[in-house]
């Protein structure tokens, strides 16, 4: 079966969500304060501060929803605002303690209900579905439109916390 690039593109599209969703659901279940928007951006910020424009420009998001939305997770303990040491106007954003132990909580509860689901996976078909991952995440994160802009959250969780 020879599928084509947009075959596969809408394959890609009605599997992503579907994993989101089942991720999200879980989080809800186990941790109702963590929300999947706040961890993707924290996961960027535990691998090094950012400033407020850099993080809106990662997320292509507002300024003001960007201020917002570390606000919500600073009120958690999860990042702090700090002065940059090269310009003091500068104010950089970087994660807590707190902020990476929640990193690492919900990584563990986000991993488990999907270990599961693949559990029942042979060999043959685990190692298909990594290698047909990896070829995904290098293709996106080498197109064009993405080029350069690979995100620290595409590294594995364990690459990012030096595990």
């Known amino acids: 079966m020879d599928l084509n690039s947009r075959e596969l593109a809408d394959e890609v599209l009605r599997t992503i969500p579907l994993v989101t969703r089942k991720v999200a659901a879980d989080l809800r279940k186990s941790a109702p304060n963590m929300k999947l928007a706040h961890i993707g951006l924290l996961t960027i910020i535990a691998q090094s501060p950012h400033s407020l424009s850099e993080l809106a420009d990662l997320h292509a998001a507002s300024m003001p929803t960007m201020s917002?939305?570390?606000?919500?997770?600073?009120?958690?303990?999860?990042?702090?605002?700090?002065?940059?040491?090269?310009?003091?106007?500068?104010?950089?954003?970087?994660?807590?303690?707190?902020?990476?132990?929640?990193?690492?909580?919900?990584?563990?509860?986000?991993?488990a209900p999907i270990e599961e689901?693949?559990?029942?996976?042979?060999?043959?078909?685990?190692?298909?579905?990594?290698?047909?991952?990896?070829?995904?995440?290098?293709?996106?994160a080498n197109s064009s439109s993405e080029q350069g802009k690979e995100s620290p959250a595409s590294a594995s969780f364990a690459d990012r916390n030096g595990q």
Do not use: F, Y
């Open 68 to 111: 917002k939305t570390i606000t919500t997770i600073e009120n958690l303990g999860w990042v702090a605002r700090i002065r940059s040491d090269s310009d003091r106007r500068i104010v950089m954003i970087e994660a807590t303690p707190a902020g990476k132990a929640a990193l690492r909580k919900v990584h563990e509860l986000a991993i």
């Open 117 to 140: 689901a693949l559990d029942s996976l042979t060999a043959t078909q685990r190692q298909k579905l990594s290698a047909g991952l990896k070829i995904l995440r290098e293709t996106i």
